[in-house]
């Protein structure tokens, strides 16, 4: 099997780098859009069988598809195999186009929303009214559906104000989501009443840590449990601006033949590593799957994981605050190696990547150890002069410590590890 790290070698230039990688690779190995979906759903004499739930595909009149997220082209083009001829129509939008038979596919923008992401959408909504009581509709929903997933021009305007000032705003990303929700006539159950009453089958690819999958995407076909006046105080507390907000769907009826199933979440990830680790000869804990803390806390709860021939990983998100009048150029991920780099012992390497490969820059993270440090200091470069604006990536692009995949169609958060190697390795 080829490597998903493409610069893999170059990176893999001492016994503890090769076992990270290794590491790694099974992480975004595990969590493959079209193998994920070959082992979740099965299709067999007429009848579809979701994670042990039937579906008899006779029973309907038309089979639809429609998806939006990082994964939903990939998702559309294996669910098109899975059910042959059956699919009358289709419409997702992910980061990528796919040539699929059927399904139209688009490729929109993330994270600002934008015409395109609205043109896509208006296609998915077409379809949702063609849907009656009679048919069958397919839905993937997978991270960066929130941005791509754009009911109206309004909604993409107001869908980047609201992202431009939540990052200064220091808030949770679960508040974010529950502005958006209340911006939108398909998020927070909307498109769950625009399919009413066709028989949904939703299938999650959840980015959200721990995999809380009701606000994957912002939640499109879950019931939403928030209000107005939910939304307008998280605006009112971080000073916002001012948005139009509307109310989410609140009837039952909506959600009575929907049904949610979770086919990855980044649990999947974090427990393919861990086995990685084991079959490496090292001992291993999955620290956390809903890390959302800043750099110094998660460099601070690290410190003591220094056990020799052992490896701690966790799967979240690294809180950030872009600093006023600063321009750099990075990502969470990267950053929160280059925080991590001066309390790392000798015998250890830490790595963090984004699971969908692209960490706010071309790069999908970065992985950092002694050889770095040594690099560094060679190089001249002082890491007090990267930090301050969050300027990381030229920080590890000139040492050669960026981890490159391109982008991946799999998003289930960022992934991070820390791995002691013992005396003899």
């Known amino acids: 099997m080829s490597k998903i790290i493409k610069n893999y070698s170059d990176l893999a230039s001492t016994d503890l780098r090769k076992d990270a990688l290794d590491i790694s690779e099974a992480g975004l190995q595990a969590i493959d859009t079209e193998q994920v979906l070959l082992d979740a759903i099965k299709v067999s004499d007429g009848v579809m069988t979701v994670m042990?739930?039937?579906?008899?595909?006779?029973?309907?009149?038309?089979i639809y598809i429609v998806g939006f997220g990082k994964?939903?082209?990939?998702?559309?083009?294996?669910?098109?195999?899975?059910?042959?001829?059956?699919?009358?129509?289709?419409?997702?939008?992910?980061?990528?186009?796919?040539?699929?038979?059927?399904?139209?596919?688009?490729?929109?923008?993330?994270?600002?929303?934008?015409?395109?992401?609205?043109?896509?959408?208006?296609?998915?909504?077409?379809?949702?009214?063609?849907?009656?009581?009679?048919?069958?509709?397919?839905?993937?929903?997978?991270?960066g559906g929130s941005a791509l997933l754009c009911s109206t021009m309004s909604e993409c305007d107001q869908g980047k104000t609201l992202y431009e000032s939540f990052?200064?705003?220091?808030?949770?990303i679960d508040e974010l989501n529950v502005v958006r929700r209340h911006i939108s006539t398909l998020k927070g159950g909307g498109l769950a009443k625009a399919?009413?009453?066709?028989?949904?089958?939703s299938l999650i690819f959840s980015d959200v840590p721990g995999g809380d999958v009701t606000t994957v995407a912002s939640g499109p076909t879950f019931k939403d449990l928030t209000t107005v006046d939910d939304a307008k105080a998280i605006v009112d507390k971080y000073n916002l601006g001012s948005f139009q907000l509307v109310e989410t769907p609140k009837s039952d009826e909506c959600f009575e033949k929907v049904h949610n199933f979770t086919v990855v979440s980044n649990v999947i990830a974090l427990e393919a590593m861990q086995n990685k680790a084991i079959e490496l000869g090292y001992k291993s804990e999955i620290v956390s799957a809903t890390q959302y803390a800043t750099p110094e806390e998660t460099q601070a709860s690290l410190a003591d994981k220094n056990t020799p021939n052992t490896m701690y990983c966790l799967g979240g998100e690294t809180k950030l605050i872009i600093p006023a009048n600063c321009i750099g150029k990075g990502g969470r991920n990267d950053y929160l190696a280059l925080v991590m780099m001066d309390s790392l012992e000798d015998n250890q390497i830490f790595v963090s990547l984004a699971s969908d490969g692209k960490d706010n820059t071309e790069a999908a993270g970065a992985l950092v150890d002694q050889e770095t440090k040594a690099k560094a200091k060679s190089a001249g470069l002082v890491k007090e002069e990267y930090t301050e604006c969050l300027n990381s990536y030229p920080f590890f692009?000139?040492?050669?410590?960026?981890?490159?995949?391109?982008?991946?169609?799999?998003?289930?958060?960022?992934?991070?590890?820390?791995?002691?190697?013992s005396s003899e390795k």
């Open 71 to 143: 994964v939903s082209c990939t998702a559309a083009a294996t669910l098109e195999t899975l059910l042959q001829d059956k699919v009358k129509d289709g419409a997702v939008i992910g980061l990528k186009e796919k040539t699929c038979a059927v399904v139209d596919t688009y490729a929109g923008t993330h994270p600002m929303p934008s015409h395109y992401n609205y043109t896509a959408t208006k296609h998915i909504m077409e379809i949702a009214q063609c849907a009656t009581e009679q048919d069958l509709v397919l839905v993937i929903v997978s991270g």
């Open 52 to 62: 042990g739930e039937s579906f008899t595909l006779n029973d309907y009149k038309n």
């Open 397 to 421: 692009d000139e040492l050669g410590d960026h981890i490159v995949t391109g982008i991946l169609e799999s998003n289930v958060s960022d992934l991070m590890f820390i791995l002691t190697s």
């Open 195 to 201: 399919l009413y009453p066709a028989t949904v089958v």
């Open 167 to 172: 990052l200064s705003a220091g808030g949770t």
